[in-house]
């Protein structure tokens, strides 16, 4: 019951907050037009109290609109906070190239570009650059493959403020909200 008073409680407090779901761009018949993909990336550097393991977010924006969003805990432990978001521009990265792939086979478009956000410097020097340096040598090789799209000018990386990330918002502790599953009910 607490959690329910909790729920309608949050829902009438941010009854005013809407998405945005009017696209700034329409595509013409031409084929010509170059679409631009804007994924917005974060992580928490060992959010979780017991297994220490990192969340990684992602907001992967079509067009000015928000198509798709993606809070996920990671595989490894992170070492860093940058190599937290290393690991969060990966699942950013990949996520969008499948969108990319989706776009390119189905004609709309014959360049589509990646523009990938990070509120993190480490981050998007590690995925920027190319190799490794001696505190990165452990990390895999799938998330180096990062390194090597932004060398050929698939991906773009750039920064953003962290207040005007909206990938922040998967990555933020809601200890005392209400949570979804079959233990919670």
């Known amino acids: ?11 009438s407090g941010t009854k005013d907050l809407v998405q945005k779901l009017a696209p700034n761009l329409r595509l013409s018949n031409k084929k010509n037009e170059n679409i631009v993909i804007e994924t ?3 992580s928490d550097w060992a959010g979780c109290h017991e297994t220490r393991k990192s969340t990684s977010g ?3 924006c079509l067009f000015g609109v928000n198509i798709s969003s993606i809070a996920r805990t990671q595989q490894t432990i992170a070492l860093s906070s940058g190599e937290a ?7 950013g990265v990949s996520e969008t190239l499948f969108v990319r792939s989706l776009l390119l086979e189905s004609n709309l478009s014959k360049k589509v570009f990646i523009q990938l956000f990070t509120d993190s ?13 001696k505190k990165t040598k452990h990390v895999q090789l799938r998330f180096l493959y990062v390194q090597e799209l ?6 773009t990386i750039k920064k953003v403020l962290g207040t005007l990330n909206p990938a922040d918002l998967m ?5 005392g909200s209400l949570s979804i599953g079959a233990e919670s009910w």
Not at 2 to 10: C, V
Not at 85 to 91: D, K, N, T, V
Not at 171 to 175: F, N, R
Request: proline content about 0%; hydrophobic content about 45%.
């Open 150 to 155: 932004c060398k050929s000018g698939v991906v």
């Open 1 to 11: 019951f607490a959690m329910l008073k909790h729920l309608i409680r949050y829902l």
């Open 85 to 91: 978001e290393l690991y969060a521009i990966g699942l």
């Open 58 to 60: 992602m907001a992967l």
């Open 40 to 42: 917005f990336v974060d």
């Open 171 to 175: 990555t933020k502790d809601c200890s």
């Open 121 to 133: 410097t480490a981050g998007k020097s590690m995925a920027s650059r190319f190799g490794t340096s």
